[in-house]
């Protein structure tokens, strides 16, 4: 009896498994690490349900976390958001305050995406700030 409650278990596991797994993603080129994924670099096999088109529109646009060659399966592991600001990069550091903006340049001491607090030196008075991420080389300081 517990034999066969055993294998009724994983037979029901596996088809439930089954019917909800998601839907695969392939390389159609190489992508070294940091390359930002375009509609071209990727096919996506429907499989289930779901849609292909929506799982598309969660890998275009992000970058690669590591290489992926071509014909590999793409996983939402193996992706992140871009990166925005790079380190060493000259980036426009604003402040806000009431009606008042004032901007300047800096220097990035590390890297980051959108949301991201980073470290930038402003290159005028030497000092290090944070700030968060809010644009491409684009730097808010609060």
């Not at 014909?71 to 402040?95: F, Q």
């Amino acid at each position: 009896m517990r034999v066969f409650l055993s294998l009724l278990t994983a037979g029901l596991i596996a088809a439930t498994a089954s019917a909800v797994s998601a839907a695969e993603v392939t390389a159609v080129n190489t992508m070294m690490r940091g390359t930002v994924i375009g509609p071209a670099d990727i096919t996506v096999t429907p499989q289930g349900y779901e849609n292909p088109e929506a799982v598309r529109q969660q890998f275009v646009g992000m970058q690669t976390s590591r290489t992926v060659y071509a014909g590999h399966k793409l996983t939402l592991a193996s992706i992140e958001p871009p990166v925005l600001v790079k380190r060493n990069r000259m980036v426009t550091l604003s402040y806000n305050m009431g009606g008042l903006t004032i901007t300047t340049y800096g220097r990035a001491l590390s890297e980051g995406a959108q949301g991201d607090i980073v470290d930038i030196m402003n290159v005028d008075s030497k000092i290090r700030v944070k700030g968060i991420v809010v644009g491409p080389d684009k730097v808010m300081v609060q």
